[in-house]
């Protein structure tokens, strides 16, 4: 069966004006959630279908492109058959495979579609200006953020080391990698992610996020706890620069966790995932910069100040946790 992507990616190949918010949202609120159910709804966007079953993808050289194609794990977009060799589109990424190759996967069925005059998404000039509106509301608030970090960064003077600086840029990739695991935590998909957790094991990050190891004892997701420091982390050394030190030591007290997640994943799991190990290296990286920058020294004693960092981290991960399902429900 489709998903929303493959909607939207389709839409797009076949040039039918539409908004990706309102085309998932019609396509999640299908009845039938069937080929047939897709030519219905693709019928309310001036475009005509039909369904032919045909003993092989080469057969088709000659039909108009793009087409739907059914394979055993999904419906693939046929862009184009060319020398014996077939483009298609799966999870919005395009792909190349022999004829013969791909007609191992191949079901039999084929969805052809004529885009009809005036083709375009119901009501799409109202649902193109609030899309425009929404998308205006998050280019100001990344340059809100952006305008915020600089001024931090620069006036509490953490461009003047190279420690504290790396450090920034440290718990940036980090922040951006637990971000990725948590989308796919999550199920939602992520090219940049499933590109990034192909590099030492395909499929690994998604078998080792199925397993009960990868929460805390059933109640946070590791992807949350370590979205949760990355990004207290980086907000502190931004804000209180003066409490280095007691960062050093909560990233210390996290290097233990990266011994047992490597273990974890060499004898007990037998997989690798790709980000959980990305996101051990930071852990470590991070440590060197604090060693290098002579913050292991600013670790004890302990104040106030570390007890009020520590209940910040527990609060921003109840709160990521609280939010993960309603962020899940959005996509």
């Known amino acids: 069966m489709s998903t929303p992507d493959l909607f939207n990616d389709l839409l ?16 999640e609120s299908m009845t039938f959630k069937s080929w047939f159910g897709l030519v219905e709804l693709l019928r309310s966007y001036g475009v005509e279908s039909r369904g032919f079953s045909v003993g092989s993808l080469g057969s088709m050289a000659d039909a108009p492109t793009p087409f739907l ?19 298609y589109l799966t999870q919005g990424v395009a792909e190349t495979l022999p004829a013969d190759e791909l007609n191992g996967a191949f079901a039999g069925q084929v969805l052809l579609f004529e885009k009809l005059p005036g083709a375009a998404e119901p009501g799409y000039g109202e649902h193109r200006r609030a899309d425009f509106f929404d998308k205006a ?67 690994g990050c998604d078998s080792i996020l199925e397993m009960k190891a990868s929460s805390f004892f059933g109640i946070f997701k590791w992807s949350e706890v ?6 207290v982390s980086l907000l502190c050394l931004l804000v209180f620069p003066q409490w280095t030190g007691y960062l050093a030591l909560c990233n ?17 799991a037998k997989k690798w995932c790709t980000l959980c190990v990305s996101v051990q290296a930071t852990l470590w ?21 570390f007890f009020v960092l520590g209940a910040t981290y527990i609060t921003v991960l109840l709160a990521i946790n609280r939010l993960s399902p309603l962020i899940q429900n959005e996509e």
């Open 226 to 231: 370590g979205f949760a420091y990355f990004s």
């Open 285 to 305: 990286l991070l440590f060197f910069c604090f060693w290098g920058g002579g913050f292991l020294r600013d670790m004890f004693p302990l104040r106030m100040e």
């Open 252 to 268: 210390v007290c996290a290097l233990p966790f990266t011994f047992w997640s490597i273990w974890y994943q060499k004898f007990r």
């Open 12 to 27: 797009k190949e076949l040039g039918v004006p539409h908004t990706q918010c309102f085309s998932r949202q019609s396509f």
């Open 137 to 203: 509301k998050k280019i100001c608030l990344s340059a809100g953020a952006v305008f915020l970090f600089l001024y931090l960064f620069i006036s509490n003077g953490i461009y003047r080391h190279a420690s504290t600086i790396l450090l920034t840029l440290f718990d940036i990739v980090g922040l951006y990698l637990t971000y990725m695991l948590m989308q796919k935590s999550l199920k939602i998909n992520n090219p940049h992610a499933d590109a990034v957790c192909r590099v030492l094991d395909e499929g």
């Open 69 to 87: 194609a059914a394979t055993k794990d999904g419906s693939i977009i046929v862009t184009s058959i060319k020398d014996g060799k077939i483009t």
